[in-house]
């Protein structure tokens, strides 16, 4: 009996990487397009409200079905976390609060502007960024930092406390025209793509010098894949059979091994053989 529960734990564990493949596939959008086309949607990260020629826009279960799951309203600003393109359109991620929980659907960008973020700042500014070789002496004083969506805000986003500067890590800094130093910081604390004061790091009144300007038309700032194209093959989808067919072939091949370990014929069962 312990021989047979000594193989049933060995499958068990050749298993185990598959159960938590799937337990990591929980933080991604619940979105059956996107959890199938995942390796061609491009990380946006990029807030978005309706056009002013659309009163409302319907969300759809997915670009190729015409499902509708939800509306966004004018006046709502909506956060658009991927973006896809399907017979030549964008189509954008987006979560829905119904009440009770959130439902993920996709909706046409070409319906949408785009809101002035830290990436139209960049495009503002071409030339004007540099490598930062400072040692954060400000930030290692203070202990704490304001958050900025980019450098002369018409406001801060909110406060970051116990900073600790020995994990914070500067891309690139610009410095404005009242000769500010400012930092900007792709992840800190769960945060993405955010701005510092180095020089000022607590002063939440710094004088808007940046405001935003009005929404815009977007236009990817990366390559898309279509996905519709004729003979495309999801690279997870091709992935996952070849992890399965490995992990199958890796079973079969430890279960033959366990079976010549664990169950060899005795010796006087050999000598009954032999004397037949």
Not at 117 to 133: K, L, R
Request: aromatic content about 14%; glycine content about 6%; charged content about 25%.
């Amino acid at each position: 009996m312990t021989k047979k529960l000594l193989l049933i734990l060995i499958i068990f564990l050749l298993f185990t990487p598959v159960l938590r493949a799937n337990a990591d596939v929980i933080i991604e959008p619940d979105n059956p397009f996107y959890r199938r086309y995942s390796d061609q949607c491009v990380d946006l990260g990029r807030y978005f409200c309706i056009s002013d020629e659309y009163d409302l826009v319907s969300v759809q279960k997915a670009p190729n079905l015409n499902a509708k799951i939800g509306v966004i309203e004018s006046g709502e600003i909506v956060y658009i976390k991927y973006s896809c393109l399907f017979k030549g359109e964008y189509w954008g991620l987006v979560s829905l609060d119904t009440g009770d929980k959130y439902i993920d659907g996709w909706v046409k960008t070409d319906q949408l502007l785009v809101m002035y973020d830290y990436i139209e700042f960049e495009e503002d500014h071409p030339g004007e960024f540099y490598q930062y070789n400072g040692e954060y002496d400000e930030l290692k004083k203070e202990g704490a930092a304001v958050v900025w969506p980019w450098p002369g805000a018409d406001a801060p986003l909110w406060t970051i406390e116990n900073l600790n500067a020995e994990s914070f890590h500067v891309m690139y800094a610009y410095t404005d025209e009242q000769g500010r130093e400012w930092g900007f910081v792709t992840y800190l604390y769960g945060q993405r793509n955010i701005w510092v004061c180095l020089s000022d790091p607590l002063n939440l009144d710094i004088p808007a010098f940046n405001a935003a300007k009005k929404p815009r038309v977007w236009e990817s700032e990366t390559l898309h894949i279509d996905i519709s194209q004729p003979g495309y093959t999801p690279k997870n989808e091709s992935s996952m059979l070849l992890v399965i067919i490995i992990l199958v072939a890796a079973l079969v091949a430890n279960t033959v091994v366990l079976i010549k370990m664990f169950w060899k014929p005795t010796k006087a069962k050999r000598g009954r053989e032999i004397d037949d």
